[in-house]
Each structure stands twice: as structure tokens, then as C-alpha cells.
């Protein structure tokens, strides 16, 4: 079936640091791609996305490309700030199901 | 704010209590979810309804019943609920179940049975 991995948490990174949470999948057919970032004491916000291989997601700072060969969808931002510190979660929908599927979360912490 | 509203934001209910979280979107989406999201586990989804119709039950105890009256309103009914049950639940919404949009979250509701 489908599935998602994500790298272990936690991150803890200096302001303005670049970030990389590596994300790869496990699915049939073409699945969308998602990014969602949950902040402390609220629900899931859609951060990016991606609908076919090598579209790029973009979205306040952060990119991740669907990468079909690789099965990735890298969550990538080049300076990271202390109001980035949230637990991000990496999502596919499609295959035969159409379930949004989720990784495990990565918490990142940014530190001043 | 992303259209989608769970009420109430916190719960502390007894073993014994009976009780209703309450999900609601404006967006004019067809497709409704429960999910489940417990301190270092993976976000389980729990139910899904695609115009007004359950089509995905995810082996939920029964303990858990919901109810969808229309497609805008999401219900969950709890009772005789476990402390193991204490979690964050989210209300979901999209399009349609089966297409591979996004889906639009509420802020939660943090229930804790005591």
C-alpha cells in the first residue's frame, strides 16, 4: 500500500540556518504531494504542494520538488527563523484509495 | 483560518460521560474526515464521508460513532471512552474523497478522558 517516511526528529537549528526534512513515499499510480506543518496547539495548515513529477512546491520560504525517480519530496528553506519551529508532515493522496496519507511528523525546533 | 471549524477546542471527560465534538466547513466540500493524532504515533485516519455517505472506516471501535447530517456538518459522538483515547482529533475536508486534492484542516479538539 502507500506509504510515507520521514526523517527522525528532532531538528534543532540555528536562526537562518538552511533546512532539509527528507521525505520519500511509497505509492501506485501518479499521487499528489503535500507538505503540512502543524503549529504548537493548532491543526494541520497546508504549507505546499505537488501534483506531478517535477513540479516544484513553493510556499513563505520553503520549496520541495516531486522527484519520481527518487520517490522524494524534499522539505527545503535556505534561512530558517525562530517562528519556523513546528512539527512538519509529510502527505501523499492517490493511488487507488485517494487517502491523504501522512509520515510520521518531523519536529523542527529553531533556536535564536 | 482555513474554512473548517471544530468546537469545542478542549474536552476532559469521565469514562462514563457521553459526549459530541462538532466539526463544520464553509468551503463547499463534499468530503469529510476524523483523524486521530496521539503523542509520538503517526496520524490515523478514522472515518471518511463522501457526500453525506460513510465510505471508510478504519477498524474505529464503536465507541467512536459518527454522524454526518449533511455535507457540511461532521459529528463525533463519544462514550464509555478509555484514558488510551485522550488525543487530538481532526476534522478534515476536501473536494471529493477520491480525488487527489488537498485536504483542509480544523485547529482540533484536545480531548483527555480521566
Known amino acids: 500500500g502507500n506509504s510515507v517516511t520521514q526523517m527522525e526528529g528532532p531538528v534543532t537549528l540555528s536562526e537562518e540556518a538552511f533546512l532539509t526534512i527528507n521525505c520519500t513515499y511509497t505509492?501506485?499510480?501518479?499521487?499528489?504531494l503535500f507538505w503540512y506543518v502543524q503549529y504548537p496547539g493548532e491543526g494541520l495548515q497546508l504549507l505546499l504542494k505537488?501534483?506531478?513529477?517535477?513540479d516544484k512546491g513553493s510556499n513563505k520560504g520553503f520549496e520541495a520538488t516531486y522527484r519520481k525517480e527518487t520517490t522524494s519530496f524534499h522539505l527545503e528553506k535556505g534561512s530558517v527563523q525562530v517562528s519556523d519551529s513546528a512539527v512538519y508532515f509529510c502527505?501523499?493522496?492517490?493511488?487507488?484509495?485517494?487517502?491523504?496519507?501522512f509520515g510520521q511528523g518531523t519536529t523542527l525546533q529553531v533556536k535564536p | 483560518e482555513t474554512g473548517v471549524t471544530q468546537t469545542p477546542r478542549h474536552l476532559v471527560m469521565g469514562m462514563t460521560n457521553k459526549k459530541s465534538l462538532k466539526c463544520e466547513q464553509h468551503?463547499?466540500?463534499?468530503?469529510m474526515y476524523w483523524y486521530k493524532q496521539s503523542a509520538k504515533k503517526p496520524l490515523e485516519l478514522m472515518f471518511v464521508?463522501?457526500?453525506?455517505?460513510?465510505?471508510e472506516n478504519n477498524s474505529v471501535p464503536s465507541r467512536f460513532s459518527p454522524e454526518c447530517p449533511n455535507s457540511s456538518h461532521l459529528f463525533l459522538h463519544l462514550h464509555t471512552l478509555q484514558p488510551e483515547d485522550s488525543a487530538l482529533y481532526l476534522c478534515?475536508?476536501?473536494?471529493?474523497?477520491?480525488?487527489?486534492?488537498?485536504?483542509?484542516f480544523g485547529q482540533g479538539t484536545r480531548l483527555t478522558v480521566v
Open positions: 468551503l463547499g466540500h463534499n468530503a
Open positions: 505509492a501506485t499510480g501518479y499521487p499528489s
Open positions: 478534515a475536508s476536501s473536494p471529493h474523497a477520491g480525488e487527489n486534492t488537498e485536504a483542509f
Open positions: 464521508y463522501n457526500f453525506k455517505e460513510q465510505t
Open positions: 505537488a501534483t506531478k513529477a517535477d
Open positions: 502527505a501523499l493522496r492517490g493511488g487507488n484509495t485517494g487517502k491523504l496519507i
